[in-house]
Antibody, heavy 123, light 110 residues
Framework: QVQLQESGPGLVKPSGTLSLTCAVSGGSISSSNWWSWIRQPPGKGLEWIGEIYHSGSTNYNPSLKSRVTISVDKSKNQFSLKLSSVTAADTAVYYC????????????????WGKGTTVTVSS | QSVLTQPPSVSAAPGQKVTISCSGSSSNIGNNYVSWYQQLPGTAPKLLIYENNKRPSGIPDRFSGSKSGTSATLGITGLQTGDEADYYCGTWDSSLSAAVFGGGTKLTVL
């Protein structure tokens, strides 16, 4: 079955750019799914960051949109997250997930999740 | 401040039943399907319920979901100590064009 694995630096300096990659195994990133990023600050709830379709179409959380870029690399079967101008408030566990979505019909859920990777923003 | 509203915590004794509510608006729950996620301590969230009331393969029928208007409810019967976790509701928000979550509910099985 499909598995997701996040990777990237665990420590990022303030004002820098956070960069993470999610490798998809056991399935194709070109399937009829959206590929999402979600984060969870220490002791807090889940926050959806954004998503991408294999065509390159994206949706972003309005509160993060100005700092977020999600891209897809079909040749490597992976997708990536870049979050710029980070502060301590961006310290969190970052998850990637597969989403089933037909927004026009109201369908949306995330059925496969990665194990998460911890990113700390500190000098 | 989450778009969807959940109680911060609920508790019940082993073997009992508990419900967790999730309140939203017409732009999210009112016109879209709701999903529920279980997050055991130190682990990633897991899909528990999708399309309001469907269970993925492997999820026991002790877990159920329902929706009415702009609110949804997760029910858990025959509580076990292993059910102690954080539970999140989620859906699509058509006005934001974004996925949204509730703030999460911590379940304690006394």
């Amino acid at each position: 079955q499909v598995q997701l694995q996040e990777s990237g630096p665990g420590l990022v300096k303030p004002s820098g750019t956070l960069s993470l990659t999610c490798a998809v195994s056991g399935g194709s990133i070109s399937s009829s799914n959206w590929w999402s990023w979600i984060r969870q600050p220490p002791g807090k709830g889940l926050e959806w960051i954004g998503e991408i379709y294999h065509s390159g179409s994206t949706n972003y959380n309005p509160s993060l949109k100005s700092r977020v870029t999600i891209s897809v690399d079909k040749s490597k079967n992976q997708f990536s997250l870049k979050l710029s101008s980070v502060t301590a408030a961006d310290t969190a566990v970052y998850y990637c997930a597969r989403a089933f979505q037909i927004a026009e019909l109201g369908y949306y859920y995330m059925d496969v999740w990665g194990k998460g990777t911890t990113v700390t923003v500190s000098s | 401040q989450s778009v969807l509203t959940q109680p911060p915590s609920v508790s019940a004794a082993p073997g009992q039943k508990v419900t967790i509510s999730c309140s939203g608006s017409s732009s999210n729950i009112g016109n879209n399907y709701v999903s529920w996620y279980q997050q055991l301590p130190g682990t990633a969230p897991k899909l528990l319920i999708y399309e309001n009331n469907k269970r993925p393969s492997g999820i026991p029928d002790r877990f159920s979901g329902s929706k009415s208007g702009t609110s949804a409810t997760l029910g858990i019967t025959g509580l076990q100590t292993g059910d102690e976790a954080d539970y999140y509701c989620g859906t699509w928000d058509s006005s934001l064009s974004a996925a949204v979550f509730g703030g999460g509910t911590k379940l304690t099985v006394l």
